[in-house]
């Protein structure tokens, strides 16, 4: 009874040992293919490895090694060439000995092991003086009859407890400077590079060989701990010339991997976990009676009170479209790389060009100045499709000189994409209240307000400029309160928003004046 389950335990630990994919009659050939090529992903990556192996004739299993962690057999392409036969794939994951770094990282252990030994030493120190402290305390009480022998034993007692206290001192600042420079010593292991050991990932591929030969391989697996980000730069010479752009690709690799003289592509795809076919489920419709509070209620008719008021300060832009709006994405593209590239892997971003180019605009100046006096220079690009293909920052020049950084958004619906280069200290804007007063009618007990600003505009530029500003009368939402606009200097008027705007052209220091007057009854 005992031998049929001894057989059983042993095979079961054999099981255990051996890769499904190995069999008695098999032969392993280590294959170690470098990355020779990698397309990033906004979010993702794709790593290539490719190499030459010789396989004799018959059944092998192919170890390709030195793959990143993140292999996954499931949604790996193998190619082999010439007439070898795939029957079966298989990953795992390993832990080697780190080769980058190496000469620093036995530096770095071998100062470990030397502190571990002084941090043990030092303890041992410690518990010696902690054991002789004992001793002296449970000898408090000596046998003695003469005087003269206790107060020596007491003088001893008390030099030698004070050289112990002192000691477990000095041992304690040394056992706390020491475990604080291991300390240091265990992160700079712990940093990507570092790692006296790493995971890879090795697939392990069952084929088939009709006849011996050398044969081309290429493995290809996606990768999540990488992707890049895009970036911008616009520099303006001046109004009258095209605007200077690139266009980057901020990289970064995060896969404990280096890739070393690679062929790199840049991808504005982002790839698909899963494809799903959309379905339609039925959308119904009902009435919805909203039960309002007299609270409630009461909150809104204050709400309605304010906004009648005459705030001077507050977002003039029409309402944000719904959030359930979206816009189609642009079309994907590809940067690949004239040069190889070596990327690191860590937390650094590495900035790679990709394109430079001049950019057709048109340079306006654009003041709100109830928001903010003065004007602001904007770049108005009519083409702007195929020159900003994805939203990321923009480090803005002006003249040779860095003005700020913006934020570019090509997934909008408009025609010409606005770019602020900030405000020009060469164009003064100013706002002034000059009237404000007030009529009551005595029979029908209505009140009119009139309401009068300046707008001054100063080009003290050497040439002309174009001006659009912008600015506003209130909007009434009671039957009781009329606005009416009095005097708008020729400004169109939106009645939906009240937005008043003006399209000026103003020759080097020329002066004008707007105004803006307008009533309210109530």
């Known amino acids: 009874m005992i031998r049929p389950f001894t057989i059983l335990i042993v095979i079961a630990v054999l099981n255990l040992q051996a890769p499904s994919v190995l069999g008695a009659q098999d032969h392993e050939i280590k294959v170690d293919p470098p990355i020779t090529s990698v397309i990033v992903y906004p979010q993702g990556a794709q790593l290539t490895h490719t190499g030459t192996v010789e396989v004799p004739e018959g059944q092998h299993v192919l170890i390709f090694s030195g793959l990143n962690q993140e292999l996954n057999s499931s949604n790996t392409t193998v190619s082999l060439g010439g007439d070898l036969e795939i029957l079966s794939v298989n990953h795992r994951n390993i832990r080697i000995r780190a080769t980058q770094n190496a000469d620093s990282i036995e530096v770095l252990e071998a100062e470990k092991s030397r502190l571990e ?29 003469s005087g003269s022998a206790l107060r020596d034993l007491l003088a001893l007692h008390r030099e030698r407890i004070l050289e112990l206290k002192t000691s477990s001192s000095q041992l304690a600042d040394s056992i706390q400077s020491l475990r604080s ?38 493995i290809s697996y996606p990768i999540g701990r990488a992707g890049w980000t895009p ?34 592509t840049l991808s504005t795809r982002t790839p698909q976990r899963r494809t799903v076919t959309p379905e339609l489920n039925p959308w119904f419709l009902d009435f919805l009676e909203p039960q309002v509070t007299l609270q409630e209620r009461g909150r809104a008719e204050m709400d309605e009170l304010v906004v009648t008021g005459y705030a001077e300060s507050g977002s003039m832009s029409m309402p944000p479209p719904p959030r359930s709006f979206r816009s189609e994405s642009m079309v994907a593209r590809q940067f690949t790389l004239r040069d190889r590239q070596t990327i690191e892997s860590g937390s650094e971003r590495t900035r790679l060009t990709l394109e430079e180019y001049q950019v057709p605009s048109e340079f306006t100046y654009f003041s709100v100045p109830k928001l903010q006096e003065g004007a602001i220079l904007k770049a108005n690009i009519p083409d702007w499709e195929e020159t900003f293909l994805m939203s990321g920052s923009a480090k803005l020049h002006l003249e040779g000189t860095y003005v700020g950084e913006t934020y570019l958004n090509p997934q909008t619906v408009s025609d010409t994409l606005e770019v602020s280069f900030g405000r020009d200290s060469g164009i003064i804007v100013q706002r002034t209240k000059v009237r404000e007063n007030s009529e009551r009618s005595f029979f029908r007990n209505r009140i009119t307000q009139t309401i009068a600003y300046d707008i001054e505009i100063r080009n003290t530029k050497g040439s002309a400029i174009e001006l659009d500003l912008m600015d506003q009368i209130p909007v009434s939402v009671q039957e009781d309160i009329v606005v009416t606009p009095v005097n708008l200097s020729g400004g169109d008027l939106d009645e939906e928003s009240g937005l008043v705007n003006w399209s000026l052209l103003l020759d080097p220091a020329e002066t004008e004046t707007l105004q803006l007057v307008y009533e309210v009854r109530y």
């Open 181 to 218: 420079s291991l300390n240091d010593i265990n992160q700079a292991l712990q940093q990507p590079g570092y790692q006296p050991t790493i995971m890879v990932g090795e697939l392990l591929v069952e084929v088939n060989n009709p006849g011996a030969g050398t044969y081309d391989t290429e």
């Open 231 to 264: 970036e911008y730069e616009l520099r303006a010479e001046g109004i009258d010339e095209e605007l200077s752009s690139k266009f980057f690709g901020m990289v970064y690799n995060n896969s404990l991997q280096t890739w070393t003289d690679v062929l790199m």
């Open 117 to 145: 030994r002084l941090i043990r030493s030092v303890e041992i120190d410690r518990e010696v003086n902690d054991y002789e402290m004992e001793m002296l305390a449970a000898n408090r009480e000596p046998d003695m009859q």
